[in-house]
């Protein structure tokens, strides 16, 4: 039996797409890049991801609502001896799931989802700003070992 406390964490629907997006949106780095008016380009993005075996977009449920957010790319390469590895992208906890857990459990999912995989890495980027988000992936075991670059097109 699950606990109902417990979010369900699962595959994200079309449907879920605004809830997603609004989460996307809502802090000062998103709100400026994302638009929750328009879906379209996020309904284009979501079938080519939907449609791709490698990405695995999954929201966090809970009481019928979606909470959370992240998506988990596997990456095969040559580097490491061949090793398979795995990106976590898009995290997001809705404002007052913040504090609750649910970010611990969402990573912890992801690592587990990559351990499956038989992925022998799992690496994220977070921005420079979010320093409470730095420390958050620092003490479940990441370490700040790389310096990111970014390119827009």
Not at 71 to 94: D, F, M, N
């Amino acid at each position: 039996m699950t606990d109902p406390d417990e979010p369900e964490i699962r595959p994200a629907t079309e449907g879920d797409l605004p809830a997603i997006v609004a989460m996307l949106a809502d802090d000062p780095l998103g709100a400026a890049r994302e638009s929750p008016d328009d879906l379209t380009p996020y309904l284009a993005a979501f079938k080519r991801l939907a449609d791709d075996p490698h990405q695995r977009v999954v929201v966090a449920v809970r009481e019928n609502r979606v909470v959370g957010t992240l998506q988990l790319t596997i990456v095969p390469g040559l580097s490491r001896q061949g090793a398979t590895r795995s990106i976590i992208e898009g995290v997001r906890v809705h404002a007052d799931e913040r504090g609750s857990g649910l970010g611990t459990q969402f990573i912890r999912w992801a690592i587990e989802e990559s351990r499956r995989e038989n992925c022998r890495l799992v690496q994220l980027t977070s921005d420079v700003t979010r320093t409470d988000a730095h420390r958050f992936y620092e003490r479940l075991g990441f370490t700040a070992s790389h310096v990111g670059f970014k390119l827009s097109l």
